[in-house]
């Protein structure tokens, strides 16, 4: 796990710093990425959380995920992001097709009105090369989900941007 604010790191250092398992570094994550990436195992998990707080966070991420995709095609990959406007989830498939990147399923829930005064009601995750069957599960939990979050207002997506 890659963390670069100190309290953050802090936190994940004091819930799961203990398991042998996991390995822990006070550094940027998209320095991580271009360092650990592909790793020695042949399958694996990367879920990217950037933090949003720049403008072209969006470009970063996408690129950042796109680059390792391209040294570790194998690799399930997971971006997570805040839906604030539409243009920056299109923007991210944009780059990913541009790239190249195949097998990406776009999920979003939204759990309230849309949004007001900057509070977050909608988010999603980009994956590249989600496991099998999970689009179609999806189906079943998105709407679940908004149901039982009790608001008139949520909603869900499922969107494959590529297949293979």
């Known amino acids: 796990l890659c963390e670069l604010q100190p309290q953050a790191f802090a936190q994940l250092k004091s819930s799961i710093g203990a398991d042998r398992r996991a390995k822990l570094f006070a550094m940027d994550g998209y320095m991580g990425l271009r360092a650990f990436i592909p790793p020695p195992e042949r399958r694996g998990l990367v879920l990217v959380d950037p933090p949003y707080e720049k403008e072209a966070e969006w470009e970063t991420a996408a690129e950042a995920v796109a680059g390792a995709w391209r040294k570790w095609a194998a690799g399930v990959y997971v971006l997570w ?53 999970l689009a179609e599960e999806a189906k079943i939990l998105l709407p679940w989900l908004a149901l039982i979050l009790e608001s008139e207002e949520s909603s869900f997506l499922i969107d494959w941007l590529s297949g293979e």
């Open 81 to 133: 992001y805040p839906v604030k406007d539409n243009r920056a989830p299109a923007a991210i498939a944009r780059i990913f097709a541009r790239r190249g990147v195949r097998r990406t399923l776009r999920l979003e829930l939204q759990i309230g009105p849309p949004l007001t005064a900057g509070k977050l009601a909608r988010c999603g995750m980009i994956l590249i090369n989600p496991p099998f069957r």
